[in-house]
């Protein structure tokens, strides 16, 4: 049987840092609401940048970490809601820029729980043997789509972009275990990018709204309730228990949310990583960018395990078990 190991960790955020002070000055807000409901006190956005320049940057860090030739690359999934382009892929146009001419290269579109279904995906090709190596990013440009007159919304997301190089192996490591779900009809919580259906023939206009909007307090409740049951359900289906957890890793969107989560399972706040305070919530990316990070900074070594977990619009949510 195949599994899929992460072999290389990589992140590439924008330069460009905007406080909660920095906000203050262009919409009514403050460091100290920011800060006390959400835990974030800065972010990164694009000075220009867009979904596929970052994205670029972590491959071509994946690349230079793994020591793998482009042309040795089978698969290429970017999970992203803010691509620069419906089309070609942010996948494609990474491609493009690290010249994978042999891989095959796609979107997923889960917000913030695309990593989580991004790697889910590469990790079945791997693991039945279709293909033997995965770049999967999360890549996010959100600032493009944030109304900076609503206060709620606007300071809570930030921009960047970070993912893993997978490899197929016969240990048993990598993904050990996964709890996904989706809830369309409670879609309408957590919107953007809206395209209407103009055409030459109908009278519908095409003028869009892009912005994101988001009902707060629904998203919180969503939060609050499905990620504790996510990761329980997971850790029952593995067999594991707190004890075995050397960290979990949840979506950075909010430092309450993670707090109820910590106390409805009853796993101690210690074992929780936290990032949000640099980044806010960078939606698909946050999970890698953290991922790298703890990597980076040693809390996550060779035989590591833990639990990432994502959730967000769509509805959409995921954990899995995973051992470095
Ligand atoms: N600065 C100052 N005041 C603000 C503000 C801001 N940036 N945004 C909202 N407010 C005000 C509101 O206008 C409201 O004022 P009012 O009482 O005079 O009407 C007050 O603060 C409380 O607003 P409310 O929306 O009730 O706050 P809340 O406690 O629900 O917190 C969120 C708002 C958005 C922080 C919270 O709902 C949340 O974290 N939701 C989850 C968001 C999330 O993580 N989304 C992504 C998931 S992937």
């Known amino acids: ?8 960790t990589g992140a590439c955020v924008p330069d460009m840092i905007v406080t909660n ?11 100290e609401w920011i800060s006390s409901r959400s835990g974030i006190k800065r972010r990164h956005f694009s000075k220009g940048e867009n979904t596929s320049d970052i994205a670029t ?16 690359i089978d698969l290429i999934i970017v999970a992203s809601v803010s691509a620069d382009y419906t089309t070609p892929s942010t996948a494609c146009l990474v491609q493009g820029n690290i010249g994978a001419v042999n891989a095959v290269a796609f979107d997923v579109g889960a917000a913030c729980s695309g990593f989580i279904f991004g790697l889910s995906i590469a990790d079945k090709y791997i693991k039945s043997g279709v293909y033997k190596n995965a770049i999967v990013i999360g ?7 944030l109304d900076f007159e609503d206060r709620g919304t606007c300071v809570l997301f930030g921009d960047g972009a970070a993912g893993v190089f997978v ?5 048993r490591t990598g993904l050990l275990a996964e709890e996904m779900g989706s809830d369309g009809a409670k879609g309408m919580a957590l919107t953007g ?18 912005e994101l ?7 919180f409740d969503f939060a609050t309730r499905t990620v504790p049951k996510s990761v329980k359900s997971l850790m029952e289906k593995a067999g594991v228990t707190v004890d075995d957890l ?11 949310i993670v707090e109820i989560i910590s106390r409805k399972l009853k796993i101690p706040m210690d074992k929780f990583y936290m990032n949000m305070d640099e980044y806010g919530n960078t939606s698909s990316a946050s999970i890698p960018i953290a991922l790298n990070e703890m990597v980076e900074k040693g809390i996550i070594k060779e035989g590591s395990v833990g639990v990432l977990t994502g959730f967000g619009a769509g509805l959409t949510w995921g954990s899995m078990l995973i051992k470095f």
Do not use: C, W
Request: proline share 4%.
């Open 213 to 219: 909007y988001m009902d707060g307090r629904a998203i």
């Open 1 to 8: 049987m195949y599994f899929s190991k992460i072999i290389a």
């Open 167 to 171: 490899e197929r192996t016969e240990e």
């Open 21 to 31: 002070d920095d906000l203050a000055k262009i919409v009514d807000t403050n460091d």
């Open 246 to 256: 050397d960290f979990v890793l949840p979506h950075q969107a909010n430092s309450r």
């Open 193 to 210: 990018g809206h395209s209407p259906a103009g055409n030459a023939f109908n009278d519908v206009t095409r003028q869009a709204k892009r």
């Open 57 to 72: 940057g972590v491959a071509k860090e994946l690349i230079q970490k793994a020591g793998i030739d482009p042309l040795d």
């Open 139 to 145: 890549a996010e440009v959100l600032s493009k789509y």
